[in-house]
C-alpha cells in the first residue's frame, strides 16, 4: 500500500511539473497562437505565460489569445403574430377611349388580412461570446544573446470580470544576466528594453 502511494506520489509530481513546464514557450516564430488560454473553462482570464528567448529568437513576436466574455442579451425567445387588417380599395379602370366623354367603371377591391410573425425576446439573461486578442512584445532594444545563452520572460494576463472584454497584461523578467525596462503600452504591446 505505501508502495502504491509513493508510485501515485511520484506521478503527481512528475505530471505538476510537466504542467508547469507546458506554460513554458521557446520564442522561433514571429506569431505564437495561445488559442483558447482558459481552454473550456467559462472563468475570467487568470493566465501566466514564459517566453524563452535565445540567439535566434526574432525581436517582434505577436501573441494571439481567444478568451470567453459574457454578455447581457436575449436567451430566449418565442414567435408573435401580428394581424394586418383587411384593406378595401376603390379601384377604377377606363373602358372608353378615344371618345370625348371618358367612362370608367369602379368597383370595390377588398385584400385579405393576414399575419405577420415575428420574434421577440422572451427572457433577458446572459450569452457567452469569444473574444481575440493580439499582444505584441518587443525585444528590439534588448541585449544580443550568444549562442547558448537564453533569458525568460513572463507575460501575464488578467480579466477583472468576466463580463468585461478586456484583458490586462503584464510583463515581468524572470532570467537574465542583464537588467531590463519593461515598458507597457496601450495595454496591447510590451517592450523589453535593455538599461
Known amino acids: 500500500m505505501l508502495?502504491?502511494?509513493v508510485v501515485s506520489l511520484g506521478i503527481l509530481l512528475s505530471l505538476n511539473t510537466f504542467a508547469?513546464?507546458?506554460?513554458k514557450i521557446l520564442v522561433r516564430d514571429k506569431v505564437i497562437d495561445l488559442g483558447k488560454i482558459m481552454g473550456?473553462?467559462?472563468t475570467p482570464v487568470n493566465k501566466e505565460i514564459r517566453l524563452v528567448r535565445d540567439d535566434k529568437s526574432p525581436n517582434n513576436v505577436v501573441i494571439k489569445l481567444d478568451y470567453n466574455k459574457l454578455?447581457?442579451?436575449c436567451t430566449e425567445y418565442e414567435i408573435k403574430s401580428k394581424t394586418k387588417k383587411a384593406v378595401n380599395v376603390n379601384s377604377c379602370d377606363q373602358v372608353s377611349s378615344g371618345t370625348?366623354?371618358?367612362l370608367y367603371n369602379c368597383e370595390v377591391k377588398t385584400f385579405e388580412s393576414f399575419d405577420i410573425l415575428k420574434r421577440v425576446c422572451s427572457k433577458k439573461g446572459m450569452i457567452l461570446k469569444n473574444v481575440s486578442k493580439k499582444?505584441?512584445?518587443l525585444f528590439l532594444r534588448s541585449v544580443a544573446l550568444a549562442p547558448g545563452a537564453t533569458e525568460e520572460f513572463s507575460i501575464k494576463f488578467n480579466q477583472k470580470k468576466i463580463n468585461s472584454g478586456k484583458v490586462n497584461i503584464t510583463g515581468k523578467v524572470e532570467n537574465s544576466a542583464s537588467l531590463y525596462k519593461v515598458n507597457k503600452?496601450?495595454?496591447s504591446v510590451i517592450e523589453f528594453k535593455a538599461k
Not at 508547469?20 to 506554460?23: A, I, V
Request: proline share 0%.
Open 135 to 137: 499582444v505584441r512584445v
Open 185 to 187: 503600452l496601450f495595454n
Open 100 to 102: 370625348s366623354k371618358e
Open 40 to 42: 473550456e473553462e467559462v
Open 3 to 5: 508502495k502504491l502511494f
Open 71 to 73: 454578455k447581457k442579451s
Open 20 to 23: 508547469q513546464e507546458d506554460h
